[in-house]
């Protein structure tokens, strides 16, 4: 039964979308962050839940947990860049003074809608930048954002909505942060993500401007076992589809795909040796992409013109065998 409940962590309120086979939360107060998505056919989390206990370390890294959103995502060196004849300095908020994973963190979502039709749930929730002066002193280039949070059966859609409020051009990367459970069993799962090349980067994390072949990494396309690797790795999608599978040897699988043309990119990360989690992070542009020596084409820099919105989605569907 498709259906929209509410209940709470840490005290903030939350929305879970349920389906006969899964059940989504989100947490619009701290971020609009899906923190929970429960199988409930394999009786398994699916991404990365934060415990209550968990609140001080999630109030520090928020996209340490489920599905967080990056605007932009990846580092950018000493946070600075120019656009369009605007200078934007971002916070130098890792090491080596640079920036690393954008603007949005803990800010309060309105819930604008909330609706269950036939067999879809869904919550659209709503945010204004220019409301946000931690934001607006970063990234003065007023936005309105609008996400919109779908469930039907074993899939579960994100929709990004951008508009630009201003009279000018501004750039816009976008990308998450989605902490996927293997479950101490690197050995049982395989991870199949198209591309074409690896970004070299530097010793500060940084893009160099530069690729390398695969080489190892070519089975990605293929197939590889998750045992004994470790990534911390931005690929190259090439003329591929963006589109991952996650399966382990049973036959259950996990497919996360993004629409075309805005996501290029595929960052992997497994926080050391791959054991608990994998991050599988879709890039609509490369980290530290305005002060790289490509063309937009390559970097997937969105250029937002005033009052045309610009639609971003992610599909995560769960296959049971």
């Not at 991952?244 to 036959?251: S, V």
């Not at 490509?294 to 919105?309: A, M, Y």
Request: hydrophobic letters at 35%.
């Amino acid at each position: 039964m498709h259906q929209i409940t509410r209940g709470q962590w840490n005290g903030y309120e939350t929305l879970i979308l349920h389906s006969d086979t899964l059940e989504a939360t989100l947490l619009p107060a701290l971020g609009c962050n899906v923190i929970r998505l429960w199988d409930k056919k394999a009786e398994r989390d699916v991404l990365r839940t934060p415990a209550e206990s968990d609140l001080d370390y999630y109030m520090t890294k928020p996209y340490h947990f489920g599905i967080p959103m990056l605007m932009p995502p990846g580092r950018i060196r000493r946070g600075r860049f120019s656009y369009a004849g605007v200078d934007y300095q971002f916070d130098q908020n890792t090491a080596n003074d640079n920036h690393i994973h954008g603007l949005h963190r803990l800010q309060a979502w309105t819930v604008a809608n909330e609706s269950v039709q036939d067999e879809i749930c869904s919550v659209t929730c709503t945010l204004l930048t220019a409301e946000d002066n931690n934001w607006t002193r970063q990234y003065p280039t007023p936005l309105e954002l609008a996400m919109t949070l779908e469930l039907s059966q074993g899939k579960l859609t994100q929709k990004l909505v951008i508009q630009n409020l201003s009279d000018t051009n501004a750039p816009f990367g976008f990308g998450t942060h989605t902490w996927f459970n293997i479950d101490g069993e690197p050995d049982r799962w395989n991870l199949k993500v198209p591309v074409t090349g690896i970004y070299e980067l530097d010793e500060e994390l940084i893009m160099t401007g530069r690729t390398e072949p695969l080489q190892a990494f070519d089975a990605l396309n293929h197939g590889l076992k998750l045992t004994g690797t470790n990534f911390d790795t931005v690929f190259s999608i090439g003329e591929h589809k963006p589109e991952a599978w996650l399966t382990r040897d049973d036959g259950y699988r996990i497919r996360y795909a993004g629409n075309e043309p805005f996501f290029k990119h595929w960052v992997l990360y497994t926080r050391g040796e791959a054991d608990e989690i994998i991050c599988i992070e879709p890039y609509t542009w490369l980290p530290d992409a305005p002060n790289l020596p490509f063309d937009q084409e390559t970097t997937g820099l969105i250029e937002l013109k005033p009052n045309e919105p610009v639609e971003l989605i992610l599909d995560l569907d769960i296959i049971n065998p």
